[in-house]
């Protein structure tokens, strides 16, 4: 099995002692080689492809190259505002979110876009995505050069011991596929591993709201189900299965690529959420809980404001 590619550089002190951050990525790094040993057939073989990460994007030239699609699917078609730039401390963050869609997650890219219009080549962001995506050819190329990682500990942690910031959505399929009605929801799944992340890394986390996104491929239904009887959580780690309304397909699976509908996409960063500077809290279970409602209910007042101001239930 290939393992991750590329731990941070060290940036010892007078001690000779690597950093808070250098230490977690070195032991992220020796879980994920591990389990990605382990894994066989068509779940080894994603795990493998996966794991092939490095820090070396994004592709600046290419990202410039790439601004003629995305300015005008920002600007034009998804008429999208985004605001709380003010709020971001200064790098490493780790910034935390909801999503929706897939294979292209719009509402995730476009912030991931956004930030290099805004910071330009001077602060990198990484986004992180499931390993299916990471691994799949075609697409998991073009993520690579866009800069994103792959969403497990060892990349991420990686990632935030060389100073780099890394956004990454905790709720997974879960979220990004969520049905329609739910779309205003914070859904994180219960998923607490990114706190545990932060507090080892030594990083402050911002949660980021945003609404709209699930307009532009509205799902009908998660198919927690059809996705078991599959097995599709022991291939590949996915707990749904949906169908949604996309086009040009009508009613079709929700992996299917689709063009997605003029949705008007709002985000907003909201404040940083401190977090406890002993490493030792990140196995302290009850802080871990509190600090994930902490981020899931900033998320969540944040949404609220943004839907507030939706003039049309579909594309407003």
Same mark, same amino acid.
């Given at each position: 099995?290939?393992?991750?590619?590329?731990?941070?550089?060290?940036?010892? %002190?007078?001690?000779?002692?690597?950093?808070?951050?250098?230490?977690?990525?070195?032991?992220?790094? *020796?879980?994920?080689?591990?389990?990605?040993?382990?894994? %066989?057939?068509?779940?080894?073989?994603? @795990?493998?492809?996966?794991?092939?990460?490095?820090?070396?994007?994004?592709?600046?030239?290419?990202?410039?190259?790439?601004?003629?699609?995305?300015?005008?699917?920002?600007?034009?078609?998804?008429?999208?505002?985004?605001?709380?730039?003010?709020? =971001?401390?200064?790098?490493?963050?780790?910034?935390?979110?909801?999503?929706?869609?897939?294979?292209?997650?719009?509402?995730?890219?476009?912030?991931?876009?956004?930030?290099?219009?805004?910071?330009?080549?001077?602060?990198?962001?990484?986004?992180?995505?499931?390993?299916?995506?990471?691994?799949?050819?075609?697409?998991?190329?073009?993520?690579?050069?866009?800069?994103?990682?792959?969403?497990?500990?060892?990349?991420?942690?990686?990632?935030?011991?060389?100073?780099?910031?890394?956004?990454?959505?905790?709720?997974?399929?879960?979220?990004?596929?969520?049905?329609?009605?739910?779309?205003?929801?914070?859904?994180?799944?219960?998923?607490?591993?990114?706190?545990?992340?932060? =507090?080892?890394?030594?990083?402050?986390?911002?949660?980021?709201?945003?609404? %709209?996104?699930?307009?532009? +491929?509205?799902?009908?239904?998660?198919?927690?189900?059809?996705?078991?009887?599959?097995?599709?959580?022991?291939?590949?780690?996915?707990?749904?299965?949906?169908? @949604?309304?996309?086009?040009?397909?009508?009613? @079709?699976?929700?992996?299917?690529?689709?063009?997605?509908?003029?949705?008007? =996409?709002?985000?907003?960063?909201?404040?940083?959420?401190?977090?406890?500077?002993?490493?030792?809290?990140?196995?302290?279970?009850?802080?871990?809980?509190? *600090?994930?409602?902490?981020?899931? *209910?900033?998320?969540?007042?944040? +949404?609220?404001?943004?839907?507030?101001?939706?003039?049309?239930?579909?594309? %407003?």
């Amino acid at each position: 099995m290939a393992k991750s590619k590329q731990l941070p550089k060290k940036r010892q %002190g007078t001690s000779g002692k690597a950093t808070q951050a250098e230490q977690q990525a070195e032991r992220a790094k *020796k879980k994920a080689d591990v389990r990605r040993e382990q894994a %066989g057939g068509a779940a080894g073989w994603v @795990a493998e492809r996966a794991g092939q990460w490095s820090l070396d994007g994004p592709d600046h030239g290419f990202m410039h190259a790439q601004k003629y699609f995305w300015n005008p699917l920002m600007d034009l078609y998804f008429r999208m505002e985004v605001e709380g730039w003010e709020r =971001i401390p200064e790098p490493p963050v780790l910034l935390v979110g909801v999503h929706s869609g897939a294979p292209f997650v719009w509402d995730a890219w476009t912030i991931g876009v956004q930030w290099w219009r805004h910071y330009g080549e001077e602060r990198p962001l990484h986004g992180t995505a499931h390993d299916v995506l990471m691994a799949a050819p075609g697409v998991g190329t073009y993520f690579r050069k866009m800069g994103v990682l792959p969403a497990a500990a060892d990349s991420m942690s990686a990632a935030l011991a060389a100073g780099r910031d890394v956004a990454v959505w905790p709720g997974g399929e879960v979220d990004s596929l969520r049905p329609w009605v739910k779309r205003d929801e914070a859904t994180l799944a219960g998923r607490t591993g990114f706190i545990r992340l932060a =507090i080892a890394s030594g990083v402050p986390i911002v949660p980021i709201a945003t609404v %709209g996104g699930p307009d532009s +491929m509205p799902v009908l239904f998660s198919g927690r189900r059809l996705a078991k009887a599959m097995r599709l959580d022991k291939i590949a780690r996915l707990k749904v299965f949906p169908f @949604a309304i996309s086009l040009p397909w009508g009613i @079709a699976p929700a992996a299917l690529p689709e063009i997605p509908l003029p949705t008007k =996409i709002r985000t907003s960063f909201q404040e940083p959420v401190k977090l406890a500077r002993d490493p030792a809290k990140a196995n302290d279970d009850d802080y871990v809980d509190r *600090k994930y409602e902490e981020v899931r *209910k900033s998320i969540q007042r944040g +949404m609220d404001e943004l839907a507030r101001r939706r003039r049309f239930p579909l594309f %407003g």
